[in-house]
């Protein structure tokens, strides 16, 4: 059974219908990635399964049906969820995000130190407002915060976004540590860190998805190229 | 030190102490509410007059309204938990919808406090009674006892910030969807500190209540000292409440002694607005 299903996702913003009934599945051990044009509702989707909008549709998760449970148990089920935007709290330093992320996991500091040893220039900023780090440096605390709780499934939106080519590199290298543990569900718009990650690909269009096939094979036969040219 | 307070400011000095201290301390829970729920909290005065009137029925119970004041806080509080729960936590982000609502909920704790306890005043009694001298001020006991609470409030407040507990409802205040995402219960904590925050007015109410006479009326005339002290403050900021019931208790406590309550009042207003203006330079150039 796949860790993750999703079948026949709506999601509204108000009056307007943003997802228009997406299937998808996650197996264990598998990395799927997400690709679209900016607006095409990746975002959402990905929101929208951690259980942080409302939906119809159904999300099965690790063997649950969790299409109605709240984010928070969603996540103590397993799943952890990194955002595109706002993925820290204002006004509290980088030590507090690493003290609130294993909260329910005392026992675990010992696996959040060996995942933050991957980012050593957060650890020389503990007492900083996470709010004041750079672009770079909050996308690795969110992927420490998420990976902090040993989840089976994460979500990780655009994680390389916005980031100079070093910093790219070191959370590309992040990411191959992440699929060794966890299962993935990544958005991506970058070709190039997709195809280093590698796996299946989904492709998304206005809220729903077009195309669905191997990375590689998606990216030789030139699909996605085609799709993401307006 | 005193000596020069009192030939710069010809004014009962500790009165105008008390008197920032009882801004703060009716101010504190609307902190809670409004500062950091976003709530534009009508009903605020009402867990107030609960606390007021909590002190009055143990008072007429037992005696002594000290049993009153003790339990007042856990009354609101589960009065307050009960509104969020029922109507407030659906409303999160409309501030419009919980004006209204918040409204309602004051008339309704307000016509149910007069059904139960008449309209006619009613008095606490001081439960200690009496003034002193203090470093060559007169103060009256039971202002000393308001002075300490606030001073106790607040210092308790910016402890229990420091501890996982605050951080955690700082977490879920400032990004409740990335709380829940690391699976905290953002709708449990906003209940949680909605019900700390009437339990806090609770308290007030019922410290306050031996200075003032019960009505019906009792909450209303804090709410908008409470709104303006913590819109004056900055809302969700405890240092800007603090210094804010500073300036406006202060100078209403100054002119008060000057000039009648009334133009008190205004001239505090007129501060206010002023300081409402000034603030965001001051702030800009720190
Ligand atoms: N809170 C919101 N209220 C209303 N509409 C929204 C909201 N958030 C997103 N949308 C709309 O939903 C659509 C999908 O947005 P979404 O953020 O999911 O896109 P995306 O694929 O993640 O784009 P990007 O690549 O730019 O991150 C967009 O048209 C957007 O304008
Ligand atoms: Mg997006």
Sequence with gaps: ?230 | MSGVLATLLPVDSFSVVALVATFVLVALGLHFSFGLLGVVNMVHGEFILVGGYAAFQFQDWLGSPVWGMLIAPFVAAAVGALCEWTLLRRLYRRPLDTLMVTFGLSLLIRQGTQLRFSPNPRRVRDPIGGAGHLFGYNVPWWRLVIVVAAVVLVGAWLLLDRTSLGIRWRAAVVNPDLAESMGYSVSRARTALFAVGCGVAGLAGALLAPLNTLTPQYGLRFLVNSFLVVILGKPGSMKGLVIAAAVLGGSLGIMQFHMSTVSGQMIMLLIAVVAARLRPLVVARA
């Design chain 1, 1 to 230: 059974m796949s860790l993750l299903t999703v079948h026949d996702l709506r999601v509204s913003y108000g009056p307007t219908e943003i997802i228009h009934g997406i299937d998808l599945s996650v197996e264990r051990g598998e990395v799927l990635t997400l690709i679209g044009l900016n607006g095409a509702g990746k975002s959402t989707l990905l929101k929208a399964i951690a259980g942080l909008l409302p939906s119809s549709g159904r999300v099965e998760f690790d063997g649950n049906d969790v299409s109605r449970w709240r984010g928070a148990r969603i996540n103590r089920a397993g799943l952890a969820y990194v955002p595109q935007v706002n993925g820290v709290f204002a006004g509290l330093t980088v030590a507090d995000h690493l003290e609130l992320a294993r909260h329910f996991r005392a026992d675990r500091r010992g696996l959040q130190d060996e995942i933050l040893a991957w980012f050593p220039v957060l650890g020389e900023r503990l007492g900083q407002d996470a709010q004041t780090l750079s672009g770079g440096q909050r996308k690795m605390l969110s992927f420490v915060m998420a990976l902090s709780c040993e989840p089976t499934l994460v979500l990780l939106d655009e994680p390389t976004e916005g980031v100079a080519p070093v910093v790219r590199q070191q959370l590309v290298e992040a990411l191959h540590q992440v699929t060794e543990r966890a299962s993935v569900l990544l958005v991506e718009q970058n070709l190039d860190t997709a195809l280093a990650v590698g796996g299946r690909c989904l492709v998304v269009e206005r809220g729903m998805i077009v195309e669905s096939g191997q990375i590689t094979e998606l990216a030789a036969s030139g699909v996605i190229e085609s799709r993401l040219s307006v």
